[in-house]
């Protein structure tokens, strides 16, 4: 099963200011995922992040507030741009291996507090 | 893919059988129900999945009906280590999207 690391784990934050929350796999896989979960809440999906090109976003959720890259099979970064207190949630890295069980493996994610 | 209904919460004492219901009224033929568990300040774990047959692994027991209108997530000896929220969720596999829809959950708490 794939090893997924999460920087950073948690990070508190001013209002108005960018994060940069880093996705590194141990292997390479198919498909890579970002979902936030907002506390107390279930996780919602905010897109899949393709390799090389432009990630693809869920409703409600747009580039320009969480830019996404993926520039290979290991690695993806999600920034959380002008953030505000609603920001404040963790976010989760998620990869699929492409194997015939469907499964998805998730990181320990990144607690992001916004003051 | 289908919507699915889970209780909101239950409770199960420590060694007693925890049996977990879900309700996927709207699934289709290709769809599969997946169980995914996630234990508090954790990302979430994958415990088992099927089409229409039981299945049972090393962690778990998935009874679906034969309608394949609901299904049974059964922990055989719950211990303190099983209290987490329990998501159903019912997705085309394999899948070109991968991705996963969550619902709310379960939250069993497992209690001595």
């Known amino acids: 099963s794939a090893v997924i690391s999460q920087k950073p784990s948690r990070d508190i934050c001013q209002r108005g200011t960018s994060l940069t929350i880093q996705c590194q796999v141990d292997s390479q896989v198919t498909m890579m995922f970002w979902y936030r979960q907002q506390p107390g809440q279930s996780l919602t999906l905010i897109a899949t992040?393709?390799?090389?090109?432009?990630?693809?976003?869920e409703s409600g959720f747009v580039i320009d507030k969480f830019p996404i890259s993926r520039p290979n099979l290991t690695f993806s970064t999600l920034t959380v741009s002008n953030m505000s207190p609603e920001d404040s949630s963790i976010y989760l890295c998620?990869?699929?291996?492409?194997?015939?069980?469907?499964?998805?493996?998730f990181g320990e994610g990144s607690r992001l507090t916004v003051l | 893919d289908a919507k699915t209904t889970q209780p909101t919460s239950m409770d199960c004492a420590e060694g007693r059988a925890a049996n977990l219901p879900c309700n996927h009224s709207t699934i289709s033929g290709n769809e599969y129900v997946y169980w995914y568990r996630q234990i508090h300040s954790q990302g979430p774990q994958y415990i088992i999945h099927g089409l229409k047959n039981n299945e049972t692994n090393e962690m778990a027991s998935l009874i679906i009906t034969e309608d394949r209108k609901s299904s049974t997530l059964i922990l055989p000896h719950a211990t303190l280590r099983d209290t987490a929220v329990y998501y159903c969720?019912?997705?085309?596999?394999?899948?070109?999207?991968?991705?996963?829809?969550f619902g709310q959950g379960t939250t069993l708490q497992v209690k001595p």
């Open positions: 969720i019912v997705r085309v596999r394999p899948s070109n999207t991968g991705k996963l829809i």
């Open positions: 998620s990869v699929y291996e492409g194997g015939n069980t469907g499964e998805l493996f």
């Open positions: 992040a393709n390799q090389g090109s432009e990630a693809t976003y």
